[in-house]
């Protein structure tokens, strides 16, 4: 069983920085790929990003056009989402997920975090 939290979401203005963190409850963090995700209502489940297991290969949506940064520290059993240049359209629930996958689809992700809110105003 792996256990993933999100935190540091919240309300920020257009043009603002935001990172938001994902802790996994395991022993073998460093087993899994973590994706980040996010959705919005009526839509399905969107592909961010993901970083391989060790850290050395990150992959990411090409319509976040270079904005969001995934990073990870095994040591501490956490992943980072470093977001920029946050836009409206930006708003949505992030979900971190692990794999044992390197992969951009959702489906093939096992765990899941419950989501953190970010919602960007105008």
């Known amino acids: 069983q792996v256990q993933l939290e999100e935190s540091g979401g919240g309300l920020v203005q257009a043009g603002d920085s935001l990172s938001l963190s994902c802790t996994a409850s395991?022993?073998?963090?460093?087993?899994?790929?973590m994706g980040w995700f996010r959705q919005v209502p009526g839509e399905e489940r969107a592909f961010i990003g993901a970083?391989?297991?060790?850290?050395?290969?990150?992959r990411y949506a090409d319509s976040l056009k270079g904005r969001f940064t995934i990073s990870r520290d095994n040591a501490k059993n956490t992943v980072l989402l470093q977001m920029n240049d946050l836009k409206p359209e930006d708003t949505a629930v992030y979900y971190c997920?692990?794999?044992?996958?390197?992969?951009?689809?959702?489906?093939?992700?096992?765990?899941w975090g419950r989501g953190t809110q970010v919602t960007v105003s105008p």
């Open positions: 997920a692990a794999s044992l996958y390197y992969t951009p689809v959702s489906s093939r992700y096992d765990y």
């Open positions: 970083i391989s297991g060790n850290g050395g290969f990150t």
């Open positions: 395991v022993h073998t963090f460093s087993d899994y790929a």
